[in-house]
């Protein structure tokens, strides 16, 4: 991939690409920013137009729409490119949040990026983070997932690769699937902390705390509106100290398909050793004196 820069508000021969994020509930989340941008741009290219106009209207936009969802995307496109080749400014809004984060965006952003065209983001809410400030869950790392594959054998593999993360992990969830995808998380992860959020910034807005079962249960009966689930992350592990020689076990991991030396971190961490003593074995180099 060749280098390049943007300079954002730098002046440009075509138009911009704008992602304004749009309140996920309370209006008054609506940034001044946000609302300068829809006024001056050109045309909003909204998921769905309909939903779009309560807003504008709401802050007396009058700005043209277009509709752009995961069903036209492809159409959309080149319409939308060739408008910003031509000088006009776009600023793309899905339903509620951030463009782009479990909604309709990526495929213009990239498609935008690879044309030359400036593609500037504006800050704003955001269902997830908005979250996890307020579990009480250890805040950073986290990984933040969206909505986990509805297909149960993809599912559980999905949950398979993240069951070890040592960060809080985030997911998006409907209520008619909560209840049984919280026990499926359980069965993987095994019952650990977590936390649901609902209806956040609204007047009913409501955080739940408790294990993935004891959530599961009161989701049973309880769930209304869209969540965000937060896991908490994956509890330490003490290392397991193998009889087979550091070498064998790191020429094992190569064997595997692993390259020497994220194979050699991998047989440190597993045995409580430092680094440099799986590195001075594979390489069968004689130990420092400090160590």
Sequence with gaps: MTLTQQKSFAPHDTGTLYLVPTPIGN??????????????????????????????????ITTKQISFHEHNTQARIPELLAKLVAGQSIAQVSDA???????????????????????????????????????????????????????ASEQ??????????????IFYESPYRLAKTL????????????????????????????????????????ARGEFVVMVAPAPEQAPTVSDTPLRDQVLAQIAAGAKPNPAIKAVAKANGVP????????????????L
């Design 27 to 60: 209006l008054e989340d609506m940034t001044v920013r946000a609302v300068h941008t829809l006024q001056q741009v050109d045309l909003i290219a909204a998921e769905d137009t309909r939903n779009t106009q309560k807003l504008l209207n709401h802050f007396e």
């Design 97 to 151: 949040g951030m463009p782009s984060i479990s909604d309709p965006g990526k495929e213009l952003v990239r498609a935008a990026i690879d044309a030359g065209l400036p593609v500037v983001p504006l800050p704003g809410a955001n269902a997830a983070t908005t979250a996890l400030i307020a579990s009480g869950l250890p805040p950073q790392p986290f990984m933040f997932y969206g909505f986990l594959p509805r297909k």
């Design 156 to 169: 559980r593999a999905a949950l398979a690769a993240l069951s070890t993360q040592p960060q809080t992990v």
């Design 183 to 222: 026990t499926t998380i359980a069965d993987v992860f095994g019952d650990r902390e977590a936390v649901l959020a609902r209806e956040l910034t609204k007047k009913f807005e409501e955080f739940n705390r408790g294990t993935l079962l004891e959530l599961a249960d009161w989701a049973a009966d309880n």
């Design 275 to 290: 680094r440099q003593v799986v590195y001075n074995a594979y390489h069968e180099l004689e130990a420092p004196d400090d």
